[in-house]
C-alpha cells in the first residue's frame, strides 16, 4: 500500500453536519415565496452539488421555467443562510479527536467543498480554526465543481504531493468520483449524508464507520 502524506477533506456531512442549518435557510426561503417546504431527511439527497443546484433542487418544477425565480430564491437562501451559518452547525462526533490525531503525526490536511468558496471559509474560521488546513477551498469560478477533478489537482499541486499519495475524504458519490477521477484514495464516511451502498457504486476503496478508523486502516501515518 502506498504512504500517505496528505489528506484532502470534503467538509459538509464529513466534517461537520450543517445539514439542520442548510435546510433550515432554504425552507425560509421555499416558505418566503409561497412553496412547499422539505423534511430535514431529504435534504441529505439535494445537498453536495453546489448551492445553486440545491436551489434548483427544492423549487417546484414550474418554478424551473423562470430563471429569474430562480435568481430571487437563490439570493435569499444566500442571504439567510450565510447569517445563520453555524446556529446550529457542529463537528461530527471524535471529529476534533481525528483532526488532533492526524496532526500530531504531521500529515498535511486540505478542505474542497462545492459550497461557495467564501460560506466555506467561514465556516472553517467558525469551527475548525484549531488546526491548520494547508488549503481551504470552497465552489469558485476558477474551477469546474466535483466531481471534476481539476480543484483536488490544483490542491495536490499546492501541497507538492502526487496525487496518487492523497487520501480523498467524503460522504457522497460526488467525493469518491473527485477522488477516482483525480487518482486519489477514496476514503467514504457512513455518518453523514449518503449511504455505504452509494458510496461503494462510486468506488471508494475503504468506507469506515468512525473517525478514528481513518487512522487505523492507512498506512503511512506513523511520523
Known amino acids: 500500500m502506498k504512504t500517505h502524506q496528505a489528506i484532502i477533506f470534503d467538509l459538509d456531512g464529513t ?37 445553486m443546484n440545491l436551489v434548483k433542487s427544492c423549487v417546484p418544477p414550474s418554478a424551473l421555467e423562470n ?21 446550529k452547525t457542529q463537528l461530527y462526533p471524535e471529529i476534533n479527536e481525528l483532526l488532533d490525531t492526524l496532526t500530531s503525526k504531521g500529515i498535511k490536511m486540505a478542505i474542497l467543498s462545492n459550497k461557495a468558496d467564501k460560506l466555506t471559509k467561514q465556516i472553517c474560521n467558525d469551527l475548525l480554526k484549531e488546526w491548520q488546513f494547508e488549503v ?8 469546474p465543481r ?14 507538492d504531493i502526487s496525487p496518487e499519495n492523497i487520501l480523498y475524504v467524503g460522504d457522497s458519490n460526488v467525493d469518491m468520483q473527485t477522488a477516482v477521477a483525480a487518482e486519489m484514495f477514496p476514503v467514504g464516511v457512513t455518518w453523514g449524508f449518503r449511504t455505504r451502498e452509494e ?24 511520523s
Open 199 to 222: 458510496l461503494q457504486d462510486a468506488g471508494a476503496r475503504l468506507i469506515i464507520d468512525k473517525p478514528i478508523e481513518l487512522v487505523e486502516n492507512i498506512s503511512g501515518f506513523q
Open 15 to 51: 466534517l461537520i453536519d450543517s445539514l439542520i442549518d442548510i435546510s433550515d435557510a432554504m425552507n425560509h426561503t421555499l416558505s418566503s415565496f409561497g412553496y412547499f417546504t422539505h423534511p430535514y431527511e431529504a435534504y441529505k439527497y439535494f445537498v453536495g452539488k453546489g448551492l
Open 67 to 87: 430563471p429569474q425565480t430562480i435568481r430571487n430564491c437563490f439570493e435569499m437562501f444566500i442571504d439567510y443562510y450565510q447569517r445563520n451559518l453555524t446556529n
Open 146 to 159: 466535483k466531481p471534476n477533478p481539476k480543484s483536488a489537482l490544483f490542491i495536490a499541486k499546492k501541497l
Open 136 to 143: 481551504i477551498m470552497g465552489a469558485t469560478d476558477d474551477f
